[in-house]
């Protein structure tokens, strides 16, 4: 029903009257053109359909245990593809990666995710100077998201994800909590951006 939904709004807004009508010539645009738009509208319609049924419906309250981040007190809800999954307590979420995070004004993020299975996921960014420069990771497909961590290197010494604290000096560890149909903009260069051109 939701595909069905998505895909006659965004049919109906995006192509023009003249191909609504069935005549494609006037348009200056091929039956490939007509094709390519319609694949990609429907990747987009697959992808809505996904995340709708495949997001957080509780609050895992993410915060800092040492090295790591690890959920907070209350057990968390998740709907993954369809199904309920259970995030328990206090639960630690993966490490962070062997990517030590630049000295002086280095960015990354690092985004937690869980499965069917309730196995979680940890996915780093690509770091940059300012968050706004920030490489963002794909949320993995069939996953949902939990949370992410926004970290902040401010020292002249690299951070070593494992073996500082993420509460040592001149480090700035931000945990976001998600809810709902959540997603990443894929970074620059990602196969997964879409072209939508209308017709």
């Given at each position: 029903?939701?595909?069905?939904?998505?895909?006659?709004?965004?049919?109906?807004?995006?192509?023009?009257?003249?191909?609504?009508?069935?005549?494609?010539?006037?348009?200056?645009?091929?039956?490939?053109?007509?094709?390519?738009?319609?694949?990609?509208?429907?990747?987009?319609?697959?992808?809505?359909?996904?995340?709708?049924?495949?997001?957080?419906?509780?609050?895992?309250?993410?915060?800092?245990?040492?090295?790591?981040?690890?959920?907070?007190?209350?057990?968390g809800l998740?709907?993954v593809?369809?199904?309920?999954?259970?995030?328990?307590?206090?639960?630690?979420?993966?490490?962070?990666?062997?990517?030590?995070?630049?000295?002086?004004?280095?960015?990354?993020v690092?985004?937690?995710?869980?499965?069917?299975?309730?196995?979680?996921?940890?996915?780093?960014?690509?770091?940059?100077?300012?968050?706004?420069?920030?490489?963002?990771?794909?949320?993995?497909?069939?996953?949902?998201?939990?949370?992410?961590?926004?970290?902040?290197?401010?020292?002249?010494?690299?951070?070593?994800?494992?073996?500082?604290?993420?509460?040592?000096?001149?480090?700035?560890?931000t945990?976001?909590?998600?809810?709902?149909?959540?997603?990443?903009?894929?970074?620059?260069?990602?196969?997964?951006?879409?072209?939508?051109?209308?017709?």
């Amino acid at each position: 029903m939701l595909k069905r939904l998505l895909l006659g709004f965004i049919c109906s807004a995006g192509i023009s009257s003249a191909v609504m009508a069935g005549d494609i010539t006037s348009t200056g645009k091929s039956d490939k053109d007509v094709y390519t738009y319609y694949s990609n509208v429907k990747t987009l319609v697959n992808d809505l359909a996904m995340r709708a049924k495949t997001q957080l419906l509780s609050s895992c309250a993410l915060t800092t245990n040492g090295t790591i981040t690890k959920t907070g007190s209350s057990v968390g809800l998740a709907l993954v593809n369809g199904s309920l999954v259970s995030i328990p307590a206090s639960t630690n979420m993966p490490s962070l990666g062997s990517t030590a995070l630049a000295t002086a004004t280095g960015y990354n993020v690092y985004l937690y995710t869980v499965n069917s299975g309730g196995t979680f996921t940890t996915t780093a960014g690509t770091q940059a100077a300012g968050t706004n420069t920030i490489t963002l990771p794909n949320i993995p497909d069939s996953e949902a998201m939990v949370g992410f961590l926004l970290l902040y290197n401010g020292s002249n010494t690299s951070f070593l994800p494992g073996t500082h604290t993420l509460t040592a000096g001149s480090i700035t560890a931000t945990h976001y909590n998600t809810l709902g149909m959540v997603d990443f903009v894929p970074g620059s260069g990602s196969t997964n951006t879409l072209s939508l051109t209308g017709l």
